[in-house]
DNA sequence: CACCCGTGGCG
DNA sequence: TCGCCAAGGGT
């Protein structure tokens, strides 16, 4: 850190090229220099961007802030309408963490330095620090996947999370000097329109004269990629079964993948041989509905939808529950599972049931 | 610290 | 088609 130019320095360019090229985004104050008219608009915001990209995240944003536009709506209002704001923007926990500290918000107000801050459910370093210097205008550096790469490249740090701390320490000055919401937000837009992954545009970067990777030729191999661990390989059948014009589905559940979410059952697939229990009861009819693949970040599914008819409802455990066809189309759910949803809708599939082990799924209910 | 948690866009 | 990875946090 000893051999960093001076941060305000190095970063003043950034100023005049955020003026002009910087993004409008809804969730951003007009005015950079004071507090935010809107902690709360900056919190949603932070919440929805987690591990989210910008253009995902704004038409989320625009129907939440026109449903929930303060604290209070959201504090009061009912978790499943929640969650249904939330739906097929993924990591759902957010929602249920963004409501809960709506609840300690609105009877508590807000803190604003990033300790206290840390404490509210869903928020930890980075959003703690997003939020001291966008929304109170405290010269606390925002660290996040954008700033990481773009500090690495100016600075030419392979693995610039190894710096955190020296980097923090190293920026504060900047914010200091030239302003904590207009510096985070600047070398944030730099690192989504100019510094991006892969091939930097650097011909039209602000701050090219001082980049030390653009100096040694580096700034495709900076900084390093991150090991990620190999996703698990899943095959299911996901069941929609009717009986008299209701839906079997499974109640939301409290952790896990998709929880707080409604899904239709399923049952693991993979390994069985497909040759027990392919007879089909009496009273019961079989559609297959063309699969695919859902990848989640750790995990692989096959994913293999059946309309099942039946004439009398299978024992089925608790943790199942029957709904009308007009709850079902309210109810939050995954991508996945709106997909089973809307092939329903839509009719797609053929009759079908060759090595469908039928018996096996529907006794997997109880 | 290792692992888990969703989804979509892009090369 | 496939791997990368995005305004991370919780356990």
Redesign the pocket.
Same mark, same amino acid.
């Given at each position: 850190m000893r051999t960093w130019p001076s941060s305000p320095g190095l970063l003043a360019p950034l100023l005049p090229w955020f003026e002009t090229r910087g993004r409008r #985004?809804p969730w951003?104050a007009v005015d950079l220099e004071g507090e935010h008219p809107d902690p709360y608009a900056v919190l949603v915001?932070?919440l929805m #961007?987690?591990?989210?990209?910008?253009?995902?995240v704004i038409p989320y944003f625009e129907a939440w802030m026109r449903r929930f536009p303060d604290l209070v709506s959201l504090a009061e209002a009912d978790p499943e309408e929640v969650l249904g704001h939330w739906q /097929? #923007? !993924?990591?759902?926990?957010r929602a249920r963490?963004l409501q809960a500290a709506a609840r300690r918000l609105s009877s508590g107000g807000w803190p604003r330095e990033p300790r206290a801050l840390e404490r509210l459910?869903?928020? /930890?370093?980075?959003?703690?620090a997003?939020l001291a210097s966008i929304a109170f205008q405290l010269p606390v550096p925002a660290l996040? !996947?954008?700033l990481y &790469?773009v500090l690495a490249r100016l600075l030419h740090l392979r693995a610039p999370r190894a710096h955190g701390a020296s980097l923090r320490t190293w920026l504060a000055p900047a914010l200091a000097t030239l302003g904590p919401s207009r510096v985070t937000?600047a070398l944030?837009d730099l690192?989504?329109l100019v510094c991006v992954? /892969?091939t930097p545009n650097c011909p039209v970067c602000p701050l090219a004269g001082a980049c030390r990777s653009l100096a040694k030729g580096d700034q495709e191999g900076i900084p390093l990629?991150?090991q &990620?661990?190999a996703p698990k390989e899943v095959e299911l059948w996901l069941l929609a079964l009717e009986w008299r014009g209701r839906w079997l589905l499974s109640r939301p559940r409290e952790r896990?993948?998709?929880?707080g979410l409604w899904r239709w059952p399923e049952s693991l697939s993979g390994g069985g041989d497909g040759t027990t229990g392919t007879q089909v009861p009496s009273g019961v009819q079989v559609r297959e509905i063309p699969g695919w693949v859902q990848?989640?970040?750790? +995990?692989r599914e096959r994913v293999r939808p059946l309309h099942v008819r039946v004439a009398s409802p299978p024992p089925h455990a608790e943790s199942f529950t029957w709904v009308t066809r007009s709850r079902l189309a309210s109810l939050p759910m995954?991508? +996945?599972d709106q997909r089973l949803r809307k092939a329903l809708a839509d009719g797609d599939g053929s009759d079908s049931c060759s090595g469908v082990p039928l018996g096996r799924i529907l006794s997997s209910l109880a």
């Open positions: #985004l951003r915001s932070e #961007l987690q591990q989210t990209q910008v253009s995902t /097929g #923007l !993924g990591y759902y926990r963490h459910p869903g928020v /930890g370093p980075y959003t703690a997003a996040d !996947g954008n &790469r937000q944030m690192g989504a992954p /892969g990629p991150v &990620r661990p896990g993948l998709l929880s990848i989640y970040t750790h +995990r995954g991508r +996945r």
